[in-house]
DNA sequence: ACTCCTTCTTACTCCGGAGTAAGTTTACTT
DNA sequence: AAGTAAACTTACTCCGGAGTAAGAAGGAGT
């Protein structure tokens, strides 16, 4: 009748990440809280004390999940931006592709980031936080070369004023990117490269510019 | 000993919105799941069945809470951008200002809209969608406004491309807003006025040109 | 074919906290 | 000063779900 395969056994690595992936479908559709072990359980096919003896906790599971996710994510971002081209506008550009490609090709994983686990305290918190700022600091080393900072004077009262400067466009940026992510998955037949191309359009000229102080207003 | 000021009674308005007060408080600092009407009734100086007989279920009360903080800051952005000024440029800037205004003196409404209402589902989370909607429309307005978009044909093919660009730049604009909010509490010192130039300085150049085409690579 | 380790399950315990039944006290009104 | 409606409390019930004790069953090596 039913061609079950009968539950194989598999080698404890593989188990865990099976229900690694479980976890962060439920954990993404459901958040932290009103996500049990039983629910996640079941969909990774296996019985609850396996999950705790693999994984430990449930806070662990979620850490696991955060974890594995925002390693995908960060050395996505990371590597597109460490390719060839020289130009900060180039690499910039290319890690937003990539971001915006991660986004579109792993819901899951981005909803499961960005929205359960920054609602959370503790440990979770804090590792995600660092995943963040290693973004923010690839960002805000593109921001300063693009302004030409080297252009300003050092030491002088200036320069902490454009370093300060620097980073706060940095956490825009991020902050933009995070939100046309959003937008990007309501809108059908947006490609990645497309809402990259459209962030950099916005925010290209301006960046240039400040290193020379121009702006609104002036 | 105790000054204690003999727990006066009060009329229920009054209650109602200490009760609210609380309750921002400790879902601001604990987040939906880990906050007890325990503690919002011990926080209020109240026993927890006038809180379920003021504000109904823990779902409720929290929705309430999003209700008022959600109609303060759309209140407040909005008045600030109907202000006098003609230019969409000035109006988006008294916006952005009255924003970042709002969040430094309102660190908790802020916490809770931003950090614990989003990961929320349910009527919560689209009473929350429907209030950045409405932030999120203001500014399409004057992002088109600012784009020259009158300049486009009607009914062109690129008519809708470019109401679709205004409505990315919009989401773009509000999440790097969200993010500097963000990043200004870190910054002791930072003006709200301050944080809103930075902001403008980055994107209003980008935003003129866009309407006639312009941006990164052209 | 017997060990022995790893994988895996059934069947529980136990508690935090949501929600409530029933009653008590204060302050207006006539 | 008596009546009454609103404000307010003590002291529970009850359940979902985190976490676990105890053991079963498959497979690799000898």
Redesign the pocket.
């Known amino acids: 009748m039913h061609p079950e395969p009968s ?6 690595k593989v ?1 865990e990440q099976q229900m690694l992936d479980a976890a962060v479908q439920v954990f993404s559709a459901r958040g932290f809280h ?5 629910e996640i359980a079941e969909r990774a ?6 999950l ?2 693999y994984l430990g ?3 662990e599971t979620f850490s696991a999940c955060i974890a594995r996710e925002a390693d995908r994510l960060v050395d996505s971002i990371g590597s597109a931006a460490r390719s060839p081209a020289d130009e900060p506008g180039e690499r910039l550009m290319q890690g937003l592709t990539a971001f915006f490609g991660y986004v579109a090709a792993n819901r899951d994983s981005w909803v499961v980031l960005y929205q359960q686990a920054r609602s959370q305290s503790g440990a979770v918190a804090e590792q995600l936080a660092r995943a963040r700022a290693e973004i923010v600091d690839t960002v805000t080393e593109l921001v300063r070369q693009s302004m030409e900072l080297d252009q300003a004077r050092e030491g002088g009262s200036g320069y902490a004023a454009l370093r300060r400067e620097a980073a706060a466009i940095a956490h825009a940026l991020v902050g933009a990117a995070d939100a046309l992510a959003d937008w990007a998955l309501t809108v059908p037949g947006e490609q990645p490269e497309a809402t990259a191309r459209r962030l950099m359009n916005l925010i290209w000229i301006g960046l240039e510019r400040r290193g020379k102080g121009e702006g609104y207003g002036s």
């Open positions: 539950r194989k056994r598999l080698p404890r188990r009103a996500t049990s072990m039983d096919q296996v019985s609850k004390p396996l705790y003896l906790s449930k806070e």
